[in-house]
């Protein structure tokens, strides 16, 4: 693709939460791997979308992106820079240039301050715009980008509804003009009609600022609608990634297909076409599967795949796939994927 | 047509509340026939959970005023004795609800808690309640449950609760399930199980199913009718293939284009419904929907709109103003990629046809 050097490059990207036993002296026992060697670029102005369902690891990855935990091992490279150690100072400037938009528009804010000084936090934290008529002109002037009306500057989280108070989020999370923006699961607490607002408020800024984002959801079509390159995650690891249209056109690793097929489609008429559901549950991230993580819950598992572990590799389609045996065009028809062309 | 199962008439549920009178439903009509599945859809606040709630009795406590009817097997629900509806619920009419882990009580072991749904209504043994225990976990596809129904809630996972949920709505063999929301707060492959479980078991055991979600993609994968319902009230109601293929209400065309399709193209533009669900204490005047309808008149500000019969689609109802045939024109320019603006603009009297 491009020759410039990506903004981002998370390479093995590691982290383990300890379980311990024993209240005074605590031993560690094992670990829960929620993210376990992850690794991906980002280019500049792109939206890379992390699908998975619960457990996954997509939303501890956001987390350690932004430095809001400490990788267990691994590295994130910011333009070019190691911030996975970075302590003091240094953090702190990095922090501005990377803002996260977070799930619940309710727990995010808080309520006892007016929208005017929680947009403005970020200016008070990093000592800018310290000239009060230009920090309110600033902050004004955000919320008129976000599509709310600069003159509830004085008012309350609690006046706002559930996408404005999202809306609020993301002026806060674009005051700092961050080159990069990571949303998690940024409408999955949003009602229908109000999730489109926010997403296509999103899209249009993406378009209109060039930013970079990391779209983390666990819905499909909307990962599909928002992003440029879509990652698939399972206990942990990266199990397929790859430009949208050829990752839902035709997946290869049989979870990401699995969970194509799983998505109702609004459409009656769609139905009654074979579908083929996936069986279990997720093992348990403190004691995965050997080899292929998947290997337990699938349907073309042979005996390799428990012992020897695959690699992303590209398997000719254009995604990057870890698996032994990706599935073929006739297999992505038979499983029902619905968006396969 | 065969007498429905369950019938409700013009029910309105009111709460007081802090700020006045809380119109939660505002009188709903529907029927559900023995063997069918009726999705109602909506969001928050439109009712949709409440008038289910109030069909078992559950909003009682809540000094809810209620008034209408809900016939069900020659019976008015709405009229019965607490001690009457006891016997209905769980067994002849039983409800699963979104959240498995906050309806399963922690500290009893799951083969107690489906137990005790059996005993609730039948004179039977504690063994043979057991055994009809193992057999109903065995039923929703449970694996080992002769183990599993001596293990408690929190070693189930989150799909697997939502199982033994139905398992014991299952209980008494009831004729009408109530599911509220069942699989939201489940993985998306976990759901596709759920809804095949619910689809199986209702051939296999012939009950009627109300299915309650705000996701349209499972209300298309489920009902055989669905009910759209806005601000408490019914605003479209039709069999699921005319409500997706030829919807008729703008609040309807509003969610269908609000979603990103799976298989829709991808480049296009979502449309949401502009501003934001009204007050139920003070609902707007008129048509509730008037406030975020693009194609709004001025006298739908002041008339009410009643739940009528589409002209030439039987069994198809719809609460709006617009007339016939601009709603149509209206839908086939959304359908073909138009913004309500420019679909309002080209139906309006005096542009080309």
Partial sequence: MSSAEPLVRVRDLTKHFPITRGIVIQRKIGAVRAVDGVSFEIERGETLGIVGETGCGKSTTAKLMTRLLDATAGEIDFEGNDITRLKGAALKAVRREVQMIFQDPYSSLNPRRTIGSIIAEPFAIHGLMREKGERKAEVQRLMETVGLNPEHYNRYPHEFSGG???RIGVARALALNPKLLIADEPVSSLDVSIQAQVLNLLRDLQRRLGLTLVFIAHDLSVVRHMCDRVAVMYLGKIVEIGPNEQLYAFPRHPYTGALLAAVPVADPALHGGARRLLGGDVPSPANPPSGCRFHTRCPKAQALCSTQEPQLQDKGSGTLTACHYPLSREEVGEIGVRSAR | MTEPLLRVEDLRVEFAGEDGVVYAVDGVSYEVHGGRTLGIVGESGSGKTVSSLTTLGLTRRQGARISGRIMFEGKDLVALSEDELRRIRGNDIAMVFQDPLSSLHPLYKVGRQLTEAVRAHREVSKAKARERAVELLDLVGIPDPARRVDEYPHEFSGGMRQRVMIAMALANEPRLLIADEP?????????????????????????????????LGVIAEMADDIAVMYAGRIVETASAARVFAAPEHPYTWGLLKSIPRLDGPREADLVPIPGTPPSLVHPPSGCHFHPRCPYVQPEHTRIDPALEPVADDP???????LESDVRRRLWQQLGAGRTPAQALAAVSPGAPA
């Fill in chain 1, 164 to 166: 404005q108070r999202q």
């Fill in chain 2, 315 to 321: 069994g198809h109802h719809v609460a709006c103003l």
């Fill in chain 2, 183 to 215: 699989t939201t707060a489940l993985d998306v492959t976990v759901q596709a199980q759920i809804l095949a479980l619910m689809e199986r078991l209702q051939r296999e055991l012939g009950m009627a199913i109300v299915i309650i979600t705000h996701d």
